[in-house]
């Protein structure tokens, strides 16, 4: 039992023509009965049919991340400089404090992940948000692409394309030393740092964390993956055990880190003791006190919220960024606003009326947790309790809801044997502001994500002629 599937070029997009054996989706199948990777406690979906990059797509993707990188760094810098900047955020203080803290390094954002939907035919393409804290999935996407390679259905196929996997651990191994090197300079610290991975346990992405000390430690690096509440801070120095960290990863997420200094009392940086603390106040304390450098410094909370494309659409930032940018913006940043009462630019009428249109989301949620878009939601009135109750809870966006592109695929997960349509969204990784590879997810419904029953799908690109 087999089925042909036809695949062409599609601009950013090339995929072979391949034949669909049972005996190929058994056999991935038992290679992903051994891997024993899981997202949220769920174990995680890889579809079957890779996703190969061209040149031209590494062209536009490499644009589309730079000029993103520089709109977040120039968004970070007016909001430390401007009050009246700062006003139109309305942060709350704790979270205010924490984007107000200086960078340690000079690159931009260390790591971000800018999701988007795509028409692959033309390159025209939406975002769906920008991931900074916690910008995951590098394990993921290398295990899904190690399953196609071993897989007797693709191997040969493609080697026939000119494909090839992407690497995404070293190159950002590599920029975090760049920065500790930068950060170092005049300090009395070891030219070979302790490196510490910070996560709450609960939250962790632990086989990547463990990837990553894997790799750290191959190159003389001690790493140590380390639970945020085993921090300690003494005597200006951030410690785990008796080990002093002087390189700290953050996984950890601000959202995550803020719910724990309140659930502790402390509504103000200013209430942390910084003579001795721990946990996550720890943490805080060494990016202020210049202890160990912070990669994924707290300022970047700003580019990691939902109310950053709220902001974007403002006409306050559009003083402060160039003509290009803000052409950037008005093509690919979907229409965002806050999500309130008291909001005089939203047109409810509209929003009830037409719920296809439009997707909630929380400020500063992660992992589609809270996202609800009108598309799942069967009439009006169901749609318009969940709004009703989004607006309660005074921490939501509402954005508009953008078309996603779909291609034939197939999860052998679910026990099916037949090729049928998915929608994809692609994400952008960013070192430094450089584009540096992609996170693919195929779903079903109108939000994509892990614990919505999406799939990983393997990226593979273009080898690059040289000749």
């Known amino acids: 039992m087999y089925q042909m599937a036809q695949y062409s070029n599609k601009g950013i997009i090339s995929v072979p023509t391949f034949e669909l054996r049972q005996q190929d989706l058994t056999s991935f199948i038992e290679s992903l009965s051994d891997a024993d ?26 644009e589309i991340v730079a000029t993103t990188s520089s709109i977040c760094e120039k968004v970070t810098q007016h909001y430390q400089g401007s009050e009246e900047y700062r006003k139109l955020w309305g942060l709350d203080h704790l979270s205010e404090d924490l984007a107000l803290l200086p960078k340690q390094y000079s ?8 999701d988007i939907f795509i028409n692959p035919q033309s390159g025209d393409f939406k975002f769906c948000e920008i991931n900074t804290d916690g910008s995951s999935a590098m394990n993921e996407d290398r295990c899904c692409a190690q399953f196609v390679i071993d897989s007797p259905a693709w191997s040969h196929l493609l080697e026939n394309s000119n494909a090839q ?28 740092p302790q490196v510490a991975i910070v996560d709450y346990p609960e939250e962790a992405s632990t086989k990547e964390f463990l990837e990553f000390q894997r790799r750290f430690t191959a190159r003389g690096i001690p790493c140590k993956v380390v639970d945020i509440k085993d921090l300690y801070f003494e005597g200006g120095s951030l410690f785990v055990d008796t080990t002093k960290i002087d390189v700290v990863y953050r996984r950890a997420i601000a959202g995550s880190i803020i719910d724990d200094l309140r659930s502790k009392g402390i509504d ?26 912070i990669i994924g410094g707290f300022s970047d909370l700003l580019a990691h919220s939902k109310q950053l494309f709220e902001m974007l659409w403002s006409e306050e930032t559009w003083t402060f960024l160039s003509s290009q940018e803000i052409d ?10 806050g999500f309130a009462q008291t909001n005089s630019r939203l047109d409810f009428t509209d929003i009830y009326s037409n719920k296809n249109s439009w997707i909630l989301k ?49 999860i052998p997960q679910d026990g099916s044997s037949k090729l049928s349509a998915f929608n994809y969204m692609i994400g952008l990784f960013g070192y430094c502001g450089k584009y540096s590879g992609t996170y693919v997810r195929a779903g079903k419904g109108a ?3 892990s614990i919505r029953g999406s799939a990983v799908v393997a990226s593979f690109h273009k080898k690059e002629n040289n000749g």
């Open 107 to 114: 690159a931009p954002i260390p790591i971000m992940r800018a």
């Open 362 to 410: 929380p400020k500063y949620g992660s992992s589609t947790i809270g996202v609800f878009a009108g598309l799942d939601y069967p009439d009006a009135k169901s749609w318009i309790a969940i709004c009703e109750e989004c607006l309660k809870q005074e921490n939501y966006i509402i954005q508009e809801y953008c078309e996603q592109f779909s291609e034939l695929n197939i």
């Open 328 to 337: 950037f913006i008005r093509a690919h940043v979907p229409i965002t606003f």
């Open 268 to 293: 103000r940086l200013a209430k942390i003791d910084g003579s001795k603390c721990n946990g996550a106040a720890a943490l805080v304390s060494a990016a202020t006190f210049d202890a160990s450098v």
């Open 165 to 192: 996997a992407q690497e995404l651990f070293e190159p950002f191994i590599d920029d975090i030393l760049t920065i500790f090197n930068e950060w170092s300079q005049g300090k009395s610290i070891s030219r070979t």
């Open 447 to 449: 939000v994509i994500g």
């Open 37 to 62: 990777l899981v997202y949220h406690g769920e174990a995680l979906r890889y579809c079957f049919v890779p996703i190969i990059f061209t040149a031209e797509a590494k062209d536009l993707f490499s």
